[in-house]
């Protein structure tokens, strides 16, 4: 069974070959050039800082992985979260993307965000029934908002509430002994 643990430095290399093509080959991430392992190295040390990254695990290899980043700068925005999943091709299909992505979505939860929101490149209806499965629902579409692979790209805008809290208490890491135990209870 996958286990789903806290992202560590060590684990660059393979996420960016998870990624890597994902970047290559298709117009799910608008971005143009792959990071590689020390720019996945330098995401994972600036992310995982301040947000929640997990990645799912077997015995010697990554799976997938799973974050949240800052849904935008200003101070009011604090409380809500974008999120991002990735799982190596060979293991797309078979369920492990709801698993990891519920852990993220309870470990964000932990640590006091209030909302996620994800952007899908449309059409991409794998991702878009991941999200419907984990509690997203469609909020809006970005039109033509990316132009990649020769043409224009539509984003699909979803939002899942996490925690309502009023007033919301500041977002921070739980130790690492809560993290832990939590996931243990999800894997």
Do not use: C
């Amino acid at each position: 069974m996958p286990r789903i643990r806290l992202v560590e430095a060590g684990d660059a290399a393979q996420l960016a070959a998870i990624y890597d093509p994902v970047v290559r080959e298709t117009a799910v991430s608008f971005e143009i050039e792959p990071p590689g392992p020390q720019g996945m190295a330098d995401r994972i040390e600036n992310v995982s800082a301040t947000h929640p990254w997990l990645v799912m695990t077997q015995p010697g290899k990554i799976l997938g992985y799973a974050y949240a980043t800052s849904h935008r700068q200003r101070p009011a925005y604090r409380w809500s979260i974008e999120t991002a999943i990735y799982l190596d091709a060979e293991h797309r299909g078979r369920g492990l993307g709801k698993r990891l992505y519920n852990a993220l979505l309870e470990l964000a939860t932990l640590w006091g965000y209030a909302h996620a929101f994800a952007g899908i490149t449309l059409p991409n209806p794998a991702s878009e029934a991941l999200h419907a499965s984990t509690g997203f629902q469609p909020i809006g579409i970005f039109p033509t908002v990316g132009f990649k692979m020769g043409e224009w790209h539509d984003v699909g805008w979803w939002h899942r509430p996490l925690s309502l809290a009023d007033p919301p208490r500041q977002p921070i890491a739980p130790d690492v002994g809560s993290m832990e135990r939590l996931l243990s209870g999800l894997s």
